[in-house]
């Protein structure tokens, strides 16, 4: 009786078994590629702002302290984002009719607050308090990168609970000593474990298995 | 009562059908040893095939699809929510939106704390009202203010929510119009216009019961520009009795403030001390410093309790009796002859020679320390002669001091019965109605509403536009304590300045601010006014330093109402002895709810789904009966009656309430609301129907008809026997003494760690909290406490009789002894946090482990809803998600969350976190100040409401810790630790009870 | 094992008069020639029927909760549990038949292994909807997987339902394996017989080239018998593990090391019961009586006899072992069990599973078809009460009376249970429409001619 098939279709099986195990294994590295990448997490994407503020000019050119705005800092869960008053405390004196600052202006006259994207935007069922990690010696660039480098921001890290869990797993591979929390150009000596080891003891860092718990940050 | 919704939808829990007395009666006697049960089911489960059958074949099945549904969308509105739990997925693109100017004091993220007093039935307690950035969000008591000592009761926590309730009054309304504040001014105008010349004659007001001395200054001085017009006053939940008792005694009004604190011997005729009533959050803290023994050596003072329907008090007391309300009477009239008062005593006693015998030798033993209590809601002779007993006993001074009555004195029954005359002869022109709701609970036979379309101009405030509201011409909306300037007096007299946490959510007004419009500055605001009012007498140099320590304090120092030297006239009106009234008649008795009070909390979905303290019952009310009054009337749960008292009906599902007095029904008043809200409108019966000026509190003559109908009730407690087994532990002084260890019988101290899996070992802190059954008296507030911390969802009555209430953690109560006067034992149950818990191994997907400090750590966002640990948690303490609970559509409910605890969506498990959100706070807090977490430092929600400091929570690990001396306490058991070897983080100290070795015998008790 | 091997009596296991071809033509007749008969439209318009119902109940679970069903707390777990070990063990006759039947040499599997087999697939099929159902958040099921995550989160391996995620998805995969490398010479045969075309090719695609040469038979017994060799263990593993899920537990009436054995008794029993149950109606329907002989259905009898003493002898121990511990809780499981409110589905399990099965000590009624279709139903019942008073009955009183509460499932639950059954009665009535459901070859090698090459082979 006449074939069925054409004698290729051995090949093309075999060929269709060997593309199937090929296909799997590439979709596998996409959805790992895709979950952690910029699109999901949102990270290294600048975002655009209701007014074009530019950190690399303020913190970085004028060497304003991230203090003078952010002041909550080092007292709350909240860095705090500033009062449009803050603004106006220079921008009474310079830059006055800058076109650019116009929504500032128009908002401190109109008492109406400006409305920022929120750039590092954790999901509701996690309680990152900044004052602790401040005062604990973890650097405000550690998470935020070089900020002053940045005319709009954008978010440095993934802020994913892996990203999370490397620091609150192994702490002493990040933390410097309280005073160069600030300092934006600090860059980790050559020793840093040996330093880290050190500032975990010194300041009283819980043990990984403390600040791993879940209701370290989720309640 | 609502019949539509007499027929359930689909149940699991089959109702208590037809409970044989007989046979329970029959098993108590054979009964060994001590014996605990909860209620009726479980001791005759003659049902139980009826159950099956039922449980098998659901009359109607789908869940939301009839009865269902509505109540859902009730609930909906119930609850509340911030945000859902959508784990690892993209978040969406959010703004922050910073302040132009920053307030002083106001830090995004840090809780503020303001003083303020919170008003019920009239008095204020002082309490300290946490604000997140503006909002207010939970309610503490006031450690400072003599009627708090900081503690709260459930009504207060569940007040916060309230403010926030969207169905509250939003517009100023003339008729059916929409009007502006203004609008109603120009009419405040026209009426005095018109009213001046004839000095007000035909003008009215009516107010509840006021403490305010601003507002009474400001009532009497508006009665000075128009003297002719009158001001009454009537509160559903009043104290004309208490007040009348004190004329009888002492011919003048004076108010008692009781010194529980000082008191050996305690006897309550009828009189919920520790459970209602304006200082009853003291005298709770009071009474349970009393009875904390923690060693062999510990004395305790001895509550004895009559009373007709189980309250609080009675299930705290050492000795209770139940007899009806109306022969509390005769009960007093007994003890007082006993005592050698010349008092007649009437032909049939209501009480056992022998107790009364008893009770006056132990009051006799402790003269100076002894104290009678007379029920708020007992005639005025009770009250007479409790004042003359106290005082034969020398305890006037000692355990009761009498004051200058803290409200406005007036009768307030014949004060209203005035009003109702007057317009009834069509004598009012206008009545201005500054709170109340009389329409809804005026007594019946004065035909309040009829007489009110008489009067020309009704005016109300009112926090709802309620059944009052709807009949009259203006409605004003109220602002809530919390958003209103005052002022407030306590128990005590003690006075409060309150203060706004919060701009008025929906254009509320101050009674303050209504009175005003009737006065040339018609603009004035409560502020002004009562900062004026103050200015004048607060007699300090610096006014404005007064007035912020005032407010920062939460209480004017030395505010007290002055003490008042009085002594009992005469007991003529006790010579002769009363016809007793007849045994056998049936008589009812109202009272306030413990949870919706006089149907001014209706429409809160925490309280209307807070189990009632003795019934845990949910979501209605019910008619109270004995359990041998129940077998003569052939009447068993959930069968619906209709309760004849004075020519005037009312139909009501019967609850049969082991401990209640016989020949006796109990409703509670607050129900079968109208027009309130979503959550309340066509809950339960309204009792109101029934009540009459005659008959205020109690009444004989009832009578109750079996319709044949059944009504299906919601009781989140309602399970068969617990069979001997040794949950709830409890002792008696004596033994106590004799035996410390005696709690221990039974093992569940302690006990080797034996696992398969390597012991946690903590480090650092290793958190735990101890419960006192000794103290505890069942309460409930921990319960609202927490759901107020944690935002637990409300789920409505549908799902809690399906058994998926979400409270993480309710109060058990256990009987124990015979059907008609058992012991009452209460058991607080949160999570157990056990070391070794059943519920960690069985998660797959490790939403649930142990921390590092001993906490049974339950992850939502990780939690995919198996419901594995909740079927393999021994004590049943995790709730679950089955819908989404959580209300995340109503903009004002969502004001109202607690910011620093995660809302739980739909398919996750919850439970008792041993509120680790304040736990992380003082960590945070210490560990910047490089320090340890002090013993104190973190405090739970169930703690620090708890009006008997029954709970003590810290570090065991931490030897001086309160917790840790608690557990090294002979009477501390771990609930199953020797069954399963959990070892519970929540342990037990074992209730001690101080039974009259006199009695003690005769009651049996083991 | 089975039934004592009947060198007494050497019934036929296989029609008389019959040749390779007859044999062919029979059975690849019912897929290929013959007209399909109007039952089995009605059949399957039934059960694609349940079908659609089962997907109008998920539906309204994934969008509304968990919450339609009748769970509550304390009993967490109603039916969507129940249904999932009913299934599971359901799913044990057909590999057990397969494998451990075949390793055993006992011929007389060969004609009911088929759709045995296929049973067990489309049981396991049905029984995996449930831990996947029975989440408050389904969608986040994958959970259960270690996989590597941007949550650096491992699964709980301590949780028996972790292993279940294992021990049921290798059972299925191993059991489709089993049953396709079965299907491959007879699917050829189906491939060379069929006349149309598209028949021709889709048969020919999944016969993969058979061509029934040596080499091919070698190889094909070579797999098939290794196949064999995995999936024994596997009989025994997944219900062991399946039983975990209660025995790791802490509740009265759970927790108890007698269930791993008893668990896989009771699937085996509930297996073979359900093999009755669909052969009988089969072989009646098809006329296939010379090649399922009444022999097989004695075998089939005896079988369930044995494992339905087993299921008896652990209610036995489970009752004297609540008296014998002399803990308050268990003994009290067993009493409420006796007399509590769930008392008639004890009963009714007893009846069902203990006293019915009796019946099959009498040669009498292994002979009569209808006697062991009426014993195969009501152990299908009693298996799914066993479940039920397994775990409604234990979670709905365990140590607190305070947190006792009542279950029963809601109209929802019972669409689910009813839904899946659709999905089985589908799956089997599409099975046997196009495929063989008696395997070809091997009722070939049944044949006295056969013997021979059997030797060989």
């Known amino acids: 009786m006449p074939q069925i098939f054409h004698p290729s279709t051995n090949t093309v099986a075999r060929v269709t078994i060997l593309g199937a195990l090929v296909l799997l294994a590439g979709a596998g590295w996409a959805i790992t590629a895709i979950s952690r990448s910029g699109y999901v997490t949102g990270a290294k994407v600048a975002r655009r702002q209701p007014v074009p503020f530019s950190h690399k000019h303020h913190a970085g050119q004028l060497g304003i302290d991230c203090r003078y705005c952010h002041t909550a800092v080092e007292r709350v869960a909240t860095a705090g984002i500033p009062p449009t008053k803050t603004c106006i405390n220079c921008h009474s004196q310079i830059w006055v009719d800058s076109p650019t600052l116009e929504p500032v202006r128009s908002s401190f006259k109109t008492d109406r607050s400006i409305e920022w994207i929120k750039v590092h935007d954790l999901p509701d069922f996690v309680y990152f308090n900044h004052s602790i990690h401040v005062n604990k010696g973890v650097g405000c660039a550690t998470c935020h990168g070089r900020v002053d480098q940045m005319n709009l921001v954008w978010q440095e890290a993934s802020l994913q609970m892996e990203w999370c869990l490397n620091c609150h797993r192994n702490p002493e591979q990040y933390v410097r000593p309280r005073d160069q929390v600030f300092n934006m150009e600090y860059e980790p000596p050559a020793d840093q474990v040996a330093l880290g080891q050190r500032l975990v003891h010194e300041y009283r860092i819980a043990d990984k298995g403390q600040l791993s718990d879940c209701y370290t940050c989720h309640r | ?1006 | 094992m089975s039934g004592p091997l009947p060198v007494q009596e050497p019934a036929p296991i296989i029609g008389p008069g019959h040749t390779f071809e007859t044999i062919t033509d029979k059975i690849s007749a019912v897929v290929l020639t013959r007209k399909t008969p109007r039952g089995w439209f009605v059949g399957f318009g039934i059960g694609f029927a349940l079908l659609m119902l089962f997907l109008l109940a998920v539906t309204n679970l994934v969008f509304r909760g968990i919450g339609i069903w009748g769970v509550n707390i304390p009993v967490g777990w109603g039916f969507d549990i129940i249904n999932f070990v009913w299934w599971i063990g359901i799913g044990h006759a057909g590999t057990l038949i397969s494998a451990i039947l075949l390793l055993f040499r006992q011929e007389w599997r060969t004609s009911i292994n088929r759709f045995a087999e296929a049973m067990t697939l489309f049981a396991v099929a049905c029984a995996g909807m449930y831990p996947l159902l029975h989440l408050g958040r389904p969608w986040l099921g994958y959970w259960l997987f270690p996989y590597p995550n941007t949550m650096a989160m491992w699964p709980q391996f301590r949780s028996p339902l972790m292993w279940d995620v294992f021990a049921v998805s290798t059972y299925a995969t191993v059991s489709l394996l089993f049953w396709f490398v079965g299907l491959i010479p007879d699917l050829a045969t189906l491939r060379d017989r069929s006349t149309n075309r598209v028949r021709r090719v889709v048969y020919g695609l999944l016969s993969m080239g058979w061509r029934g040469s040596a080499t091919h038979w070698h190889r094909y017994e070579t797999a098939y018998l290794l196949l064999a060799g995995l999936s024994t263990p596997l009989v025994l593993s997944v219900h062991t593990i399946v039983s975990f899920d209660f025995s790791v537990g802490v509740i009265p009436g759970w927790h108890a090391t007698i269930f791993p054995p008893y668990f896989v008794a009771g699937a085996i029993y509930a297996g073979f019961a359900m093999v009755l149950t669909l052969a009988i109606p089969l072989r009646k329907f098809y006329g296939l009586e010379d090649f399922i002989t009444d022999r097989h259905l004695d075998y089939m009898g005896r079988v369930t006899l044995a494992t339905g003493l087993i299921v008896a002898y652990g209610y036995m121990m489970e009752a004297f072992m609540a008296w014998y511990s002399g803990n308050t809780y268990e003994a009290y499981m067993m009493y409420n069990r006796f007399v509590g409110p769930y008392a008639p589905m004890y009963w009714a399990l007893i009846v069902c599973n203990v006293l019915a099965p009796q019946a099959l000590w009498f040669s009498k009624v292994r002979g009569s078809v209808p006697g062991l279709f009426i014993v195969a139903m009501f152990v299908n019942v009693g298996m799914w009460l066993e479940r039920y008073v397994i775990i409604v009955v234990s979670l709905s009183r365990d140590f607190l009376p305070s947190s006792w509460g009542m279950y029963s499932g809601t109209i929802w639950d019972w669409s689910t249970f009813i839904g899946t059954i659709g999905l089985f009665l589908t799956l089997m009535f599409l099975f046997i429409r196009f495929l063989p459901m008696i395997s070809i070859f091997e009722m070939r090698t049944l044949l006295p001619e056969a013997e021979v090459k059997e030797e060989l082979a």
Not at chain 2, 539 to 556: E, I, S, T, Y
Not at chain 2, 974 to 991: D, F, I, K, M, V
């Open chain 2, 1 to 1006: 009562m609502d019949t539509r919704d007499a027929t359930p939808p689909s149940r699991g829990v089959p109702d208590a059908a037809t409970i044989d007395l007989t046979a329970i009666r029959a098993r108590l006697a054979n009964g060994t040893g001590r014996q605990y049960w909860r209620s009726l089911d479980e001791l005759a489960e003659t049902d139980d095939f009826k159950r099956f059958l039922e449980a098998e074949f659901p009359r109607e099945a789908s869940v939301f699809d009839t009865v269902g549904r509505r109540q859902f969308l009730k609930l909906m509105g119930a609850s509340l929510a911030l945000a859902g739990l959508n784990g690892c997925t993209k978040q969406p693109t959010e703004k922050v939106v910073p302040y132009v100017k920053q307030p002083e004091l106001v830090v995004p993220g840090q809780p503020l704390f303001f003083a303020t007093a919170a008003p019920l039935g009239g008095f204020g307690t002082g309490v300290l009202a946490e604000s997140h950035m503006g909002r207010p969000t939970k309610i503490e008591g006031n450690p400072d203010h003599p009627a708090s000592l900081g503690a709260t009761d459930a009504l207060l926590q569940a007040s916060v929510l309230q403010l926030y309730d969207p169905d509250r009054a939003q517009v100023v309304r003339n008729i059916r119009e929409i009007r502006p504040w203004n609008a109603f001014l120009d009419t405040a105008a026209a009426v005095m216009e018109k009213h001046r010349p004839t000095q007000g004659a035909r003008v009215r007001f009516l107010t509840e019961t006021v403490t305010s001395p601003t507002l009474r200054n400001q009532i009497e001085s508006l009665l000075k520009q128009i003297p002719k017009a009158r001001w009454h006053q009537y509160s559903p939940v009043g104290r004309d009795q208490v007040r009348a008792g004190a004329i009888l005694a002492f011919g003048e009004p004076v108010d008692a403030v009781y010194h529980l604190d000082k008191a050996d011997v305690i006897v309550s005729l009828d009189a919920d001390v520790l459970g209602a009533g304006a200082g009853s959050l003291r005298y709770a803290r009071d009474f349970a410093g009393r009875r904390r023994v923690l060693d062999e050596h510990g004395a305790m003072n001895r509550l004895y309790v009559v009373e007709s329907s189980p309250s609080v008090t009675g299930s705290a007391a050492d000795h209770r009796l139940p007899i009806r309300a109306v022969d509390a009477e005769a009960g007093a009239r007994q003890l007082a002859a006993a005592l050698g008062l010349d008092v007649g005593i009437p032909s049939e006693p209501s009480l056992p020679a022998e107790w009364v015998k008893a009770v006056a030798e132990d009051l006799q033993q402790h003269r100076g320390a002894g104290l009678v209590v007379a029920g708020d809601f007992q005639p005025p002779e009770v009250h007479a002669l409790a004042h003359a007993i106290n005082e034969a006993l020398g305890n006037v001074g000692q355990t009761v001091a009498y004051v200058e009555p803290v409200a406005a004195s007036v009768d307030q029954a014949q004060s209203l019965r005035e009003l109702v005359a007057d317009m009834e002869a069509g004598q009012v022109d206008v009545l201005v109605m500054l709170g109340g709701n009389p329409v809804y609970d005026a007594p019946a036979d004065l035909r309040f509403a009829a007489a009110l379309q008489k009067v020309g101009l009704r005016i109300r405030l009112g926090l709802y536009d309620d059944e009052t509201s709807e009949v009259c011409h203006w409605h004003i909306p109220e602002a809530h304590y919390l958003e209103s300037w005052g002022d407030l007096r306590a128990y005590d007299g003690t006075v409060t300045i309150v203060q706004p946490l919060i701009a008025p959510l929906y254009g509320g007004k101050t009674a303050h601010e209504l009175l005003a419009a009737f006065t040339d500055k018609p603009e004035r605001t409560a502020y002004e006014i009562v900062r004026e009012y103050w200015k004048g007498r607060a007699g300090a140099v610096d006014f404005d330093l007064w007035w912020r320590k005032a407010l920062h304090d939460g209480f004017v120092p030395d505010s007290a109402a002055p003490g008042k030297a009085v002594s009992v006239q005469s007991l003529a009106f006790a010579k002769k002895a009363p016809a007793a009234p007849k045994a056998g008649t049936l008589e009812v008795v109202f009272r306030p709810d413990p949870t919706v009070y006089d149907g001014r909390f209706a429409n809160v979905g925490w309280l209307q789904e807070l189990p009632k303290p003795i019934t845990t019952l949910t979501w209605d009310n019910v008619a109270m009966l004995s359990p041998a009054t129940a077998e003569r009337l052939e009447l068993s749960n959930e069968d619906v009656v209709e309760v004849r008292f004075d020519g005037r009906t009312v139909r009501a599902p019967v609850w049969i309430v082991p401990g209640h007095a016989r020949d006796s029904v109990t409703v509670h008043l607050g129900y079968g609301r109208t027009r309130v809200g979503r959550i309340g409108n066509g809950a339960g019966f309204n009792a109101y129907a029934l009540r009459t000026t005659g008959a205020p509190w109690a009444g004989l003559g009832a009578q109750l008809r079996k319709t044949g109908e059944r009504y299906w009730l919601a009781s989140t407690q309602n399970h068969f026997s617990l069979e001997g087994r040794d949950l709830v532990r409890s002792t008696t002084l004596d033994e106590l003494t004799h035996h410390p260890h005696a709690a221990h019988e039974g093992g569940g101290h302690g006990g080797q760690d034996l696992s398969f899996y390597p012991a946690h070992e903590y480090k650092g802190y290793a958190w735990g909290m101890a419960i006192d059954l000794g103290s505890c008296i069942g309460c409930n507030a921990c319960t609202i406490a927490c759901q107020a911390e944690n935002n637990i969802a409300v789920v409505g009555k549908d799902q809690v009789w399906r058994g998926r209430e979400m409270h993480w953690i309710r109060v058990d109560r256990y009987y124990e002894g015979d059907l008609d006067t058992p012991l009452i034992h209460a058991q607080p149950l949160p999570c157990m946090q056990c070391e070794n818990a059943p519920c960690e191994v069985v998660c797959p997907v490790n939403a649930t482990n142990h921390s590092t400090e001993g906490l049974n750590q339950m992850v939502y966002n990780r939690c995919v809803g198996t419901k594995y640990c909740s079927n393999n948690c021994p004590y049943k303490v995790r709730r679950f998600n089955f819908y989404r609970y959580s209300n995340w559509d109503v903009e004002a409910l969502k004001l109202v969350a607690n910011p620093d605890v995660t809302v739980r969506s739909r398919g996750v498990m919850e439970k008792c976190t041993y509120c680790v959100q304040r736990i992380n706070a003082a960590r945070i807090q210490a560990e910047k100040e490089d320090r340890e977490i002090r013993d104190g430092d973190v405090v739970t929600a169930c703690q620090q409401v708890c009006p008997t400091e029954a709970i003590v929570f810290g570090n065991v690990n931490d030897p001086e810790s309160r917790v840790a001396k608690l557990r090294a306490n002979p009477r501390t058991y771990a609930l199953l630790g020797a069954e399963l070897n959990t070892r519970p983080r929540t342990t037990y100290l074992a209730g001690v009870r101080n039974p009259n070795p006199a009695l003690a015998q005769k009651e049996g008790k083991a």
